[in-house]
T-cell receptor, first 112, second 113 residues
Framework: QKEVEQDPGPLSVPEGAIVSLNCTYSNSAFQYFMWYRQYSRKGPELLMYTYSSGNKEDGRFTAQVDKSSKYISLFIRDSQPSDSATYLC????????????FGKGTMLLVSP | EPEVTQTPSHQVTQMGQEVILRCVPISNHLYFYWYRQILGQKVEFLVSFYNNEISEKSEIFDDQFSVERPDGSNFTLKIRSTKLEDSAMYFCASESPGSYGYTFGSGTRLTVV
């Protein structure tokens, strides 16, 4: 079983839709969870960082963690064409100076 | 906003040649990393570096790879004898103590022919 699983998509939605992106993981040592956005041929850009089960909101983005189910989600409200990118989940066993394990990324396409 | 800068953005090299990928991390960051992403694959950890030494390396990071921080600003990844399968995007990242998450550079696309 792969450590971090993420549906690669593509996920196509109309502008204004609510988007749900998800990852599952198998390693219970993972305690810190991140979502990165990656535009084509660019480096990953950190969007959200969470470390406890529950929800964390930042503007149009909400990150949700369920450690009991080993399942994390990123919700994007009022999606915009500029949100079109690949979204990577990443996780680590410790905070600060730690190795990240990434999902494969989900490609999101938001059409005007 | 501070950035991690990587050069070159694209490098084409012949199989068996040595390449050096360069990175300038954010100035007050202390932890440095290299990751790579083969086209269509996951971003994979290569190596972490702190206090002028390697802290952790993956099984990908074999004897053909080395890292160096030759001065106070640059952080380099050297591949001694490139193979076709080394073709990938290579990302440098840096992190400051107490921060949440890394800052990645835009990457160097390495093509081995």
């Amino acid at each position: 079983q792969k450590e971090v699983e993420q549906d690669p998509g593509p996920l196509s939605v109309p502008e204004g839709a609510i988007v749900s992106l998800n990852c599952t993981y198998s390693n219970s040592a993972f305690q810190y969870f991140m979502w990165y956005r990656q535009y084509s041929r660019k480096g990953p850009e950190l969007l959200m960082y969470t470390y406890s089960s529950g929800n964390k909101e930042d503007g149009r983005f909400t990150a949700q963690v369920d450690k009991s189910s080993k399942y994390i989600s990123l919700f994007i409200r009022d999606s915009q064409p500029s949100d079109s990118a690949t979204y990577l989940c990443a996780m680590s066993a410790s905070s600060g100076y730690s190795t990240l394990t990434f999902g494969k990324g989900t490609m999101l396409l938001v059409s005007p | 906003e501070p950035e991690v800068t990587q050069t070159p953005s694209h490098q084409v090299t012949q199989m068996g040649q040595e390449v050096i990928l360069r990175c300038v991390p954010i100035s007050n960051h202390l932890y440095f990393y290299w990751y790579r992403q083969i086209l269509g694959q996951k971003v994979e950890f290569l190596v972490s570096f702190y206090n002028n030494e390697i802290s952790e390396k993956s099984e990908i990071f074999d004897d053909q790879f080395s890292v160096e921080r030759p001065d106070g600003s640059n952080f380099t990844l050297k591949i001694r004898s490139t193979k076709l399968e080394d073709s990938a995007m290579y990302f440098c990242a840096s992190e400051s103590p107490g921060s949440y998450g890394y800052t990645f550079g835009s990457g160097t696309r390495l093509t081995v022919v």
